[in-house]
């Protein structure tokens, strides 16, 4: 089998807010090298836990848990930190310092590889505005190279975040919602360019996505939450129509699902998705 990137095991995490209620209880998972995952569910389901979790930002309760074959949580910091520089996580909401230049905020990824000095001379002088401009423009977004962050709309902040995640070593790279505020060419175009970088590096990605259709159209592996529990995690030939059903019962369909457009008879007894 392939070496695996992340090994879930009786993973339960709590929420760090909100009374530290249960956010994903008794989840196992695996992740190769090279693997591209979608997770879908709803509002709600522990989707974002799940990936601050495999950036290891978010400690689990109980359960074993693997990433690049060490526990994070065993290590010091020192280690920790090295590892975590392995992983990149995009929000969906990109922290990202309002006042800053975009070619600063995206060549911040190359943090973990500079010393000191060299990162303090990069706020004033930009190390390699190049290859800022290089991965911003495989986003439609080379001409913000010197736009400060503020001047950003929230679709362009998304894609400047993904763009740093092109400058990084990350052998894992996650993406929470990374469509959530572009239109249908854009979500197109940042799909393919994260499934085209994640080959080339042979990492694993993994993408939370409210866009059914689209993760049913472009990753081979589905994995499904509802309610903290992994409800399916199957390749996309085997997910039917009835299963996103009931994963979405009560909800309402997000934009072009393969449901959203379905006669209310369809859908009767709240079965929508």
């Given amino acids: 089998m392939p070496e695996a990137v992340y090994d879930l095991r009786g993973l339960t995490v709590r929420h760090l807010a909100a009374g530290h209620a249960l956010a994903l209880e008794n989840v196992d998972l695996r992740i190769a090298a090279g693997e591209q995952v979608a997770v879908i569910g709803p509002s709600g389901a522990g989707k974002t836990t799940l990936l601050a979790t495999l950036a290891c930002t978010h400690r689990p309760e109980t359960g074993a848990f693997t990433a690049l074959g060490a526990d994070p949580w065993s290590l010091d910091n020192r280690a920790r930190h090295k590892l975590r520089a392995r992983l990149f996580l995009a929000p969906q909401t990109p922290p990202l310092p309002p ?18 000095w060299q990162a303090a001379v ?23 190279l010197y736009s400060r962050v503020d001047r950003l709309s929230g679709g362009e902040r998304q894609r400047c975040a993904l ?10 790279l ?70 996103i059903a009931e994963l979405y019962l009560g909800e309402l369909p997000p934009a072009n699902s393969p449901l959203a457009h379905e006669a209310p008879a369809t859908l009767s007894g709240g079965a929508c998705l």
């Fill in 99 to 116: 006042r800053q230049r975009v070619v600063t905020a995206v060549l911040a990824a190359r943090l973990p590889q500079w010393n000191f």
């Fill in 122 to 144: 990069s706020l004033f002088k930009p190390a390699d505005p190049e290859a800022a401009f290089r991965a911003l423009s495989r986003f439609n977004l080379g001409d913000k």
């Fill in 163 to 172: 763009a740093r995640m092109l400058l990084s070593d990350a052998q894992a």
């Fill in 174 to 243: 996650l993406a929470d919602e990374p469509l959530s505020a572009l239109d249908p060419a854009l979500s197109q175009l940042t799909l393919a360019t994260l499934q085209q970088e994640a080959a080339s590096r042979n990492a694993a990605l993994v993408c939370s996505l409210h866009q059914v259709e689209l993760a049913l159209a472009h990753f081979p592996r589905i994995v499904a939450l509802k309610h903290g529990r992994i409800a399916f995690d199957l390749p996309r030939e085997q997910v039917t129509d009835a299963m």
